[in-house]
């Protein structure tokens, strides 16, 4: 059978279209035919590479028994998270207010109206661990609602006015100053695993806006303990489990706090944080470890995630088939035992390879078996041997049934994309990786950007080359401004600065409030039972503060004192929440380290073509100064024309060579034509 998510777009609501559930899309006719009806609404909110998502769905959706009572008794909804944040947002924060946590499969029971009254994540099918089964919860809601509606609906209206009263006020809690920002450090660093790296314990999420705090930290304040806990928790991070020792590229998270076990899936946004944040690293220390991470994370993302026409798909799975048993398998794609590693390479690499993998007999996963890791203890080896282990490895595990992957492109995970291999492409000497970034750009022009007088917007996603129905929220606007401003800095082309503009200026126009916070949504958009406004960072930064961030580095570009007002006023929430709670704001706090610093302007004038120019360049993008941002480019006159760099705007060749200008607060510094005193300028970099 098909229910009515067969003409959906969205890999996870195809997944669920032959369910014998009627599912319906999220949209108003699905309540109206509630209110018709006389039932409450059953929302299922998930995404595709969602494990316990999957195991529900089997369990539960698939059952004809479960689906008949379902669709009897309620008109059941299915939401993609990563389609709708919006939506997901609204109805998590009522279920973490009523139950103290949240996560996905979200399982939430609705009035007509939309309003929450039941919740719950992932329901068993049968009663165990001191949870209901799944049976038993629509049973109980059946009976509420049909006993006791009067009551249903007073809870409901009860919950919507307390999540309306935590409304946010802080968009006038002023500027986040030096104090505050080293009041976060000393938070993180009493939440700091010393022995594992990282901060908390299991389970343990890569922290990579709290490490780009950290390495910003160091390069304004020459902080050793910023540096430290950033260059010792990515070193733990590339060791463990958690890095795929093989392919390259992060899961999800550990599920144990020394980065061992992961959760399988290896998620886009992720991977786009994490190769930047080792870019940076390598540009602050040095490290070849760092190197070799950030440039095997892109190649991972190119490899794996990039779509035929450009983009970057959302997800890889967790779960694929298991050979020996034919059931899917959380890890079976990933995973080893000494004796599988014998058979592919022989007895006396099997062994090299257990030992420098950390491959044990007992295993260090499930039923005997290992996640490949690189233990600091392993033993030393030729490193064109291990090479060849890896690639044979590697080759082996390719005709393994291979994970699921979500082909869906969301556009702020682009923009995160883009960001990352644009400066891994300029970083490294790899012109193939900024060649990536401005195709995956490119698509996003073409096919999420509705440039209509009047209606222009954002999507958010794509598949296949076809543009979704969702408008862009608000961390789609921040990330792909993001993006283009770093692809701008390194490709000189000023076009990227232009689309960067016209997306700051509609968050602008369409996302703030009176008081300079931001909301997650349009002013325009859906209303929900609240508009959601979270500054907080989930996996990936918040909308909030990568709005402010691309705010602040578009007023840097453009010398325009709206754009940094409405950053300043929207990094209150820092000033108010980085001393409290910093682990929850990492990506407001880089932000705020760049407002501190300045953010430097730098303008390098030459002919794109002169090796003294490109020399230039290169010392400006490797400039550690946090958010510096960079225009490069032939000298122009003021108002020269669309698409070029105002930074760029008179200024002139030193001695007929190409030169470097450095500004900061209303000051610039003695314009140069010597790559050293450029990176002196810009707060010491590698040569």
Same mark, same amino acid.
């Not at 699905?30 to 595709?48: C, M």
């Not at 392993?378 to 005709?399: S, T, W, Y």
């Given at each position: 059978? &098909?229910? =009515?998510l067969?003409?959906?777009t969205?890999?996870?609501?195809?997944?669920?279209?032959?369910?014998?559930?009627?599912w319906?899309?999220w &949209?108003p %006719?699905?309540?109206?035919?509630?209110?018709e009806?006389?039932?409450?609404?059953?929302?299922?909110?998930?995404y595709?590479s969602c494990?316990?998502c999957?195991?529900?769905?089997?369990?539960?959706?698939?059952?004809?028994?479960?689906?008949?009572?379902m669709?009897?008794h309620?008109?059941?909804?299915?939401?993609d998270?990563e389609?709708?944040?919006d939506?997901?947002?609204?109805y998590?924060?009522a279920?973490q207010?009523?139950t103290?946590q949240?996560?996905?499969?979200?399982?939430?029971f609705?009035?007509?109206?939309?309003e929450?009254?039941?919740?719950?994540?992932?329901?068993?099918? %049968?009663?165990?661990?001191?949870?209901?089964?799944?049976?038993?919860?629509?049973?109980g809601v059946?009976?509420a609602?049909?006993?006791?509606?009067?009551?249903?609906?007073? +809870?409901a209206?009860?919950?919507?006015?307390?999540l309306?009263?935590?409304? *946010?006020d802080y968009?006038?809690?002023g500027v986040?100053?030096?104090?505050?920002?080293?009041?976060?450090l000393l938070?993180l660093?009493?939440e700091?695993?010393?022995?594992?790296?990282?901060?908390?314990? @299991?389970?343990k999420?890569?922290?990579?806006m709290?490490?780009e705090?950290?390495?910003?930290?160091?390069?304004?304040?020459?902080?050793?303990?910023?540096?430290?806990?950033?260059?010792?928790?990515?070193?733990?991070?590339a060791r463990?489990?958690?890095?795929d020792?093989?392919?390259?590229g992060?899961?999800?998270?550990?599920?144990?706090?020394?980065?061992v076990?992961?959760?399988?899936e290896?998620?886009?946004?992720?991977?786009?944080?994490?190769?930047?944040?080792y870019?940076? *690293?390598?540009r602050?220390?040095?490290? %070849?470890?760092?190197?070799?991470v950030?440039?095997?994370t892109?190649?991972?993302?190119?490899?794996?995630?990039r779509? !035929?026409?450009?983009?970057?798909?959302?997800?890889?799975?967790?779960?694929s088939?298991?050979?020996?048993?034919?059931?899917?398998?959380?890890g079976?794609?990933?995973a080893?035992?000494?004796?599988g590693?014998? !058979?592919?390479?022989g007895?006396e690499?099997?062994?090299l390879a257990?030992?420098?993998?950390?491959?044990?007999?007992?295993?260090?996963?499930e039923?005997?078996?290992?996640?490949?890791?690189?233990?600091?203890?392993?033993?030393a080896?030729?490193?064109?041997r291990?090479?060849?282990?890896? !690639? $044979?490895?590697?080759a082996? =595990?390719?005709q393994?049934?291979?994970?699921?992957?979500?082909d869906?492109?969301?556009?702020a995970?682009?923009?995160l994309?883009?960001a990352a #291999?644009a400066?891994?492409g300029?970083?490294f000497?790899?012109p193939d990786? +900024?060649?990536?970034?401005?195709?995956?750009?490119?698509?996003?022009?073409?096919?999420?950007? /509705?440039?209509t007088?009047?209606r222009a917007?954002l999507?958010r996603?794509s598949k296949d080359?076809?543009v979704?129905?969702?408008?862009?929220? #608000?961390?789609?606007?921040? /990330?792909?401004?993001e993006?283009? *401003?770093?692809?701008a800095?390194?490709?000189g082309?000023?076009?990227?600065? %232009?689309?960067a503009?016209?997306?700051?200026?509609l968050?602008? /126009?369409?996302?703030v409030?009176?008081?300079?916070s931001?909301?997650?949504?349009?002013h325009?958009?859906e209303?929900?039972?609240?508009?959601p406004q979270d500054?907080?960072?989930?996996?990936a930064?918040?909308?909030w503060?990568?709005?402010?961030?691309a705010?602040?580095?578009?007023a840097?570009h453009?010398g &325009?004192e709206?754009?940094?007002?409405?950053?300043?006023r929207?990094l209150?929430?820092?000033?108010?929440?980085g001393?409290?709670a910093p682990r929850?704001?990492g990506?407001?706090?880089?932000?705020?380290?760049?407002?501190?610093?300045?953010?430097r302007?730098v303008?390098?004038?030459?002919h794109?073509?002169?090796?003294a120019t490109a020399? *230039?360049? $290169?010392?400006? #993008?490797l400039?550690t100064?946090?958010?510096? +941002?960079v225009?490069?480019?032939?000298?122009q =006159?003021?108002? @020269?024309?669309?698409?070029?760099f105002?930074?760029?705007?008179?200024r002139?060749?030193v001695?007929d060579l190409?030169?470097?200008?450095v500004? $900061?607060?209303f000051?610039?510094?003695?314009p140069?034509?010597?790559?050293?005193?450029?990176?002196g300028?810009?707060?010491?970099?590698?040569?």
């Amino acid at each position: 059978m &098909s229910n =009515r998510l067969a003409n959906e777009t969205s890999p996870y609501l195809l997944q669920h279209a032959d369910n014998p559930v009627d599912w319906v899309p999220w &949209s108003p %006719e699905a309540f109206e035919e509630a209110r018709e009806r006389g039932v409450p609404v059953l929302l299922s909110v998930g995404y595709s590479s969602c494990h316990w998502c999957h195991v529900m769905a089997h369990e539960s959706f698939e059952d004809e028994l479960t689906a008949a009572y379902m669709n009897e008794h309620f008109v059941n909804i299915k939401v993609d998270r990563e389609e709708r944040p919006d939506v997901d947002a609204v109805y998590m924060e009522a279920v973490q207010a009523a139950t103290g946590q949240g996560g996905w499969p979200m399982t939430v029971f609705l009035t007509a109206d939309a309003e929450p009254f039941y919740f719950g994540t992932y329901f068993p099918p %049968e009663p165990r661990h001191g949870m209901p089964s799944f049976m038993q919860v629509l049973e109980g809601v059946r009976t509420a609602w049909a006993g006791r509606r009067d009551e249903v609906a007073e +809870v409901a209206k009860r919950i919507v006015r307390d999540l309306a009263g935590r409304q *946010l006020d802080y968009g006038r809690a002023g500027v986040p100053g030096a104090e505050e920002l080293a009041q976060a450090l000393l938070g993180l660093t009493r939440e700091y695993d010393a022995a594992r790296g990282g901060f908390g314990g @299991a389970p343990k999420f890569p922290p990579s806006m709290v490490i780009e705090f950290l390495l910003r930290h160091h390069a304004r304040t020459g902080a050793e303990g910023a540096l430290q806990m950033a260059a010792d928790t990515c070193e733990a991070m590339a060791r463990g489990g958690i890095y795929d020792q093989l392919g390259g590229g992060f899961a999800r998270y550990s599920v144990d706090r020394e980065w061992v076990v992961p959760h399988f899936e290896k998620m886009l946004y992720d991977n786009a944080l994490l190769c930047r944040v080792y870019a940076h *690293l390598w540009r602050a220390t040095g490290s %070849e470890l760092a190197r070799r991470v950030a440039l095997e994370t892109a190649d991972f993302m190119v490899r794996e995630l990039r779509t !035929e026409h450009g983009g970057f798909a959302s997800a890889l799975d967790a779960d694929s088939e298991d050979p020996a048993s034919g059931r899917h398998v959380e890890g079976a794609y990933y995973a080893w035992t000494p004796a599988g590693l014998r !058979e592919v390479l022989g007895e006396e690499d099997g062994r090299l390879a257990a030992a420098y993998f950390g491959v044990t007999e007992g295993g260090t996963f499930e039923h005997g078996t290992s996640v490949l890791q690189l233990p600091q203890e392993g033993p030393a080896v030729d490193g064109e041997r291990i090479a060849g282990i890896k !690639e $044979r490895l590697l080759a082996a =595990r390719a005709q393994r049934p291979a994970p699921g992957r979500d082909d869906k492109v969301v556009a702020a995970w682009n923009g995160l994309a883009i960001a990352a #291999l644009a400066e891994c492409g300029a970083f490294f000497g790899r012109p193939d990786l +900024v060649e990536r970034a401005t195709e995956a750009a490119d698509l996003l022009v073409r096919v999420h950007f /509705d440039a209509t007088a009047g209606r222009a917007r954002l999507y958010r996603t794509s598949k296949d080359g076809k543009v979704g129905a969702n408008a862009g929220v #608000l961390e789609d606007y921040g /990330d792909v401004a993001e993006g283009f *401003l770093a692809l701008a800095g390194v490709t000189g082309e000023g076009v990227w600065l %232009e689309f960067a503009g016209f997306l700051v200026d509609l968050v602008l /126009d369409r996302f703030v409030a009176e008081d300079g916070s931001l909301y997650d949504t349009a002013h325009d958009a859906e209303r929900l039972i609240r508009r959601p406004q979270d500054p907080t960072d989930t996996a990936a930064p918040s909308g909030w503060t990568a709005a402010a961030g691309a705010l602040l580095s578009y007023a840097a570009h453009t010398g &325009s004192e709206a754009h940094r007002t409405a950053a300043e006023r929207a990094l209150g929430v820092v000033h108010a929440l980085g001393p409290r709670a910093p682990r929850f704001i990492g990506h407001g706090l880089a932000v705020a380290e760049a407002l501190l610093d300045g953010p430097r302007e730098v303008a390098v004038v030459g002919h794109p073509e002169d090796p003294a120019t490109a020399a *230039l360049h $290169r010392a400006a #993008l490797l400039g550690t100064a946090p958010g510096a +941002v960079v225009a490069v480019g032939l000298p122009q =006159r003021e108002g @020269a024309g669309d698409g070029e760099f105002p930074l760029l705007a008179e200024r002139t060749l030193v001695r007929d060579l190409p030169t470097a200008y450095v500004c $900061r607060h209303f000051v610039c510094a003695r314009p140069t034509t010597d790559p050293v005193e450029l990176a002196g300028q810009l707060g010491g970099v590698r040569p």
